[in-house]
């Protein structure tokens, strides 16, 4: 490189603020983000989902380890493909960067439509089904109206109020927004690992427990026996839904601080630490249980806080429990915009979609846009309908991902990222080849899901080439803006 070109970094923050960001986030908050993204909805139901597939106890830890090593390469490439581009948008910033416009506005289009949408309503769905409908009487589950495919119900209009509660947290700003994501995201997480290790370490519960204080737990299962691919494959799948959200630090690149650095760190850390917690519960949960009866646990949190700490602890961890789903519906309902908003100003969406609330600096007409796609999600689908759909384009757009760093490295060799991933290829390939796999498996078990991904996708290309496509040759769009773009991915694929 020559001297002339030396002082860039201060060029490369100017284009960042072009766009209308600010560098804000620390290694703490992005972390905060991470954690809370995946530590949701997930955890706490699919252990009984992922019991009815797996024949004893030792293939149901597997099952988690193997997730959770998949989400882990995932996050190490992410982590090298942020340390490359260090900007708001995410998956579309690297699939622009890789392929170009046309696949880059098809994965904006698939987090607006399914991931982000879909992620934030199940989350929604979850929480007023499973944690607060069991505790209230029958008519506040039963459906007030339904018109078709259409339902609603108390329980799907609490759902949609609290969607359109964290919008609204997340449109008063961003340090408030992250200081809420860390208090819900590291409390939870902290007592939930301090209580899962304190009840593994004795044989003895705390506590009452029908009048008296329980035993040891009883076997959970033995032995390796055989299971069929199809079924491994439907049980990692509920497993890579409670791991997503681990490349949450990716969509927020521009709004952290030393990015290239601290961006790939809170990836790495972040599924590092909720591998660890997972495992934890996942053995709290199988205390006292063999894998049959807890395929009949619909609350595995609720029973092991009975078992492990009596009638007092299933408050306290259904609190907690809450808390944290919580968390993850606030840090989904911040990253998803910023991929809005990246797109706005490459031309690709609509412009108010992309433009900052002058009192806040947050994506406010994003927001209200992801609050009422993922509520019509909420009166249109149940909780697994809602899981395996968008768990499938999860899939499938992040496996186009990662794709894309072999793309990169090819195509720009000189680049020097602070974060390169370990072990490259492998690690990467080891993402590609599981995440279609699941994605084929899910085709094959629900080709139903499959015609809803290919649907989307289709009508995705369709509005690409009718109308955003169009606009940008008559000039129609926010062609400066996008420029602005252009040149900030053209700076970050040319840097030593």
Not at 25 to 50: D, T
Not at 65 to 73: D, K, Q, R
Not at 119 to 129: D, F, H, P, R
Not at 320 to 338: D, E, F, H, K, Q
Request: contains cysteine; charged residues 10%; hydrophobic residues 50%.
């Amino acid at each position: 490189m020559s001297k002339d070109s030396q002082p860039k970094s201060k060029t490369s923050e100017e284009r960042v603020s072009s766009t209308g960001w600010k560098a804000s986030i620390g290694l703490g908050g992005a972390l905060a983000i991470v954690v809370g993204s995946i530590l949701g909805i997930g955890i706490f139901l699919s252990p009984n989902i992922v019991a009815q597939h797996v024949p004893n106890a030792h293939w149901f830890v597997a099952v988690w380890v193997i997730g959770g090593l998949m989400a882990l390469s995932g996050a190490l490439t992410y982590g090298e493909l942020g340390s490359r581009y260090p900007m708001a948008g995410g998956d579309y910033v690297f699939l622009r960067a890789a392929y170009g416009k046309p696949v880059a506005f098809l994965s904006g289009w698939v987090a607006l439509s399914a991931t982000f949408s879909g992620s934030i309503a199940a989350t929604a769905v979850g929480l007023a089904q499973y944690y607060i409908a069991p505790h209230l009487p029958a008519w506040f589950s039963e459906p007030m109206l339904t018109l078709g495919i259409i339902k609603i119900s108390c329980m799907t209009i609490t759902a949609i109020f609290l969607i359109w509660l964290f919008t609204v947290i997340n449109v008063v700003g961003i340090s408030f927004s992250t200081f809420v994501q860390s208090l819900v995201s590291f409390t939870p997480l902290a007592i939930l690992a301090i209580a899962a290790i304190w009840s593994l370490a004795g044989d003895v519960t705390i506590g009452q427990a029908g009048g008296a204080i329980t035993s040891s737990p009883q076997p959970t299962g033995s032995g390796l026996d055989s299971i069929s691919i199809g079924h491994l494959g439907l049980a990692i799948l509920p497993v890579f839904f409670a791991y997503s959200g681990w490349n949450a630090a990716a969509y927020i690149g521009s709004e952290i601080k030393n990015a290239e650095r601290n961006l790939p760190l809170s990836l790495v850390l972040g599924i590092g630490i909720i591998i660890l917690l997972y495992i934890l519960l996942n053995a709290l949960f199988l205390k006292g249980e063999t894998i049959q009866s807890l395929r009949a646990v619909p609350n595995v949190m609720e029973s092991a806080a009975l078992k492990s700490f009596g009638a007092i602890g299933v408050p306290i961890f259904i609190t907690l429990t809450g808390v944290a789903i919580l968390g993850s519906l606030n840090s989904m309902t911040m990253t998803g915009p910023r991929i809005y908003h990246t797109m706005a100003h490459d031309g690709m969406l609509f412009r108010r979609v992309g433009k900052l609330s002058k009192k806040y600096g947050t994506p406010v007409n994003g927001l209200v846009f992801q609050a009422f796609w993922a509520s019509l999600f909420v009166i249109m689908g149940g909780f697994e309908d809602i899981l395996n759909y968008t768990t499938l384009m999860i899939m499938l757009f992040s496996g186009v991902t990662v794709i894309g760093l072999f793309v990169l490295r090819r195509r720009f060799p000189r680049v020097k990222p602070k974060f390169k991933v370990p072990l490259y290829p492998f690690v990467p390939l080891f993402y590609v080849i599981m995440a279609f796999s699941l994605v084929i498996l899910l085709a094959v078990m629900d080709p139903k899901q499959m015609v809803g991904a290919i649907a989307i996708t289709g009508l995705g290309l369709l509005l690409y080439y009718t109308i955003f496509l169009r606009n940008i040759k008559n000039g129609k769009t926010c062609l400066k803006r996008a420029g602005k773009l252009s040149s900030e991915i053209d700076f970050h694929s040319n840097k030593e």
